[in-house]
């Protein structure tokens, strides 16, 4: 079974689930082009270096999700596949949680450039889910949608979305889990 990015759920609303994410580890790589080709090419380089082209020939476990995130704003290195319209319209940063146990000293260092690692700090965000093949205005309408209930509830968003995609490509459109993620601040008001 394949290992899923952990989270706390700490409230269940009608329009998000709001989750506590622990700090944890991503290998990542930026791309030029629209969404859902984005996905697709950061994927392959991401699934190379997990399946082996790296120094040690190692092969880490797939995690789910994959995470997609536009890469408009500078993502810290000290900081799941991440995806939003941005700054730089065009770049997406793929990303693929590391599993559980691994550190930057014990990750196997990748022979293509183009992965890079990094610490991702623990996060309290707003998830909402949704079915289909996690199309860019699936995404932007679940994010309007959850950005708005998010500031209902009194939240504050505080980074950029991102889209978080579970199921592999064979899996049917209509059962695959798909999500948009919002990292937030503050207490939710009660409703």
Do not use: C
Request: aromatic fraction near 8%; charge should be positive; avoid cysteine.
């Amino acid at each position: 079974m394949t290992e899923q990015q952990p989270y706390a759920v700490v409230e269940r609303r009608a329009d998000f689930e709001l989750r506590r994410y622990p700090a944890h580890l991503v290998a990542q790589t930026e791309v030029e082009a629209p969404m859902e080709a984005a996905v697709n090419r950061g994927f392959r380089v991401l699934a190379d270096y997990i399946f082996g082209a790296n120094q040690a020939k190692a092969k880490v476990a797939m995690t789910t999700p994959v995470l997609q995130q536009s890469a408009g704003e500078p993502i810290a290195m000290t900081a799941p596949v991440l995806q939003a319209p941005g700054d730089r319209p065009g770049r997406y940063v793929i990303s693929f949680v590391m599993p559980a146990g691994y550190t930057l000293d014990t990750l196997p260092t990748p022979l293509d450039v183009r992965v890079q690692w990094r610490e991702v700090a623990a996060e309290l965000a707003a998830a909402r889910r949704f079915s289909g093949l996690g199309r860019a205005e699936a995404f932007s309408a679940e994010l309007d949608r959850l950005t708005a209930a998010v500031r209902a509830a009194g939240l504050t968003v505080v980074g950029p979305a991102r889209s978080a995609r579970f199921d592999p490509p064979w899996k049917p459109w209509f059962l695959r889990r798909n999500e948009v993620v919002l990292p937030v601040a503050g207490q939710p008001s009660q409703g």
